[in-house]
């Protein structure tokens, strides 16, 4: 797995040579979720963004009713995580699991921030880390899920 063109090919690194992401690529661990698999669950610490190399993931919450809204699937090249790991409560407001195995690049919290300290133009308009901090849904709406992307509607799934 080339981790460097990976993280190149997000929206969040783009702006970056491959020399600026070397440290950060060789800090990311490698997981691998089997079909069915949680990454994480609602409400556990946010403290990684997640990359998708190969598979792929859906994130969702059930309601009181006991059914499952799915926001999004994200596939290879996609970044999941932001909302949580930016936001100030730092907990995640989704479950994510594996629909297929997976595998993830994991960015963590103690190699993550440092780095996006030393690179002030990763997360500036445009490359979607303001966007994804103004996007948090609000805890308090449990029976409604806000979509995190405009224009992409929660769907419920039977």
Do not use: C, W
Request: hydrophobic share 40%; proline share 9%.
């Amino acid at each position: 797995m080339d981790r460097i063109s990976l993280l190149l090919g997000t929206y969040l690194f783009q702006g970056l040579s491959p020399a600026e992401l070397e440290p950060l690529a060789r800090s990311a661990m490698t997981r691998h979720a089997a079909r069915g698999e949680y990454v994480h669950h609602v409400g556990d610490p946010a403290d990684e963004i997640y990359l998708v190399a190969a598979g792929q993931l859906k994130d969702s919450i059930v309601t009181e009713d006991g059914d499952e809204l799915v926001h999004t699937f994200y596939g290879p090249g996609m970044l999941i995580g932001e909302p949580g790991f930016f936001a100030t409560e730092r907990n995640r407001v989704m479950a994510v699991v594996a629909v297929q195995p997976t595998t993830l690049l994991v960015l963590g919290r103690d190699s993550l921030e440092p780095f996006l300290q030393r690179h002030p133009r990763v997360g500036h308009p445009g490359t979607g880390r303001a966007r994804v901090r103004r996007s948090q849904p609000n805890p308090a709406d449990r029976d409604v899920v806000p979509s995190i992307a405009a224009g992409t509607p929660a769907l419920p799934v039977g």
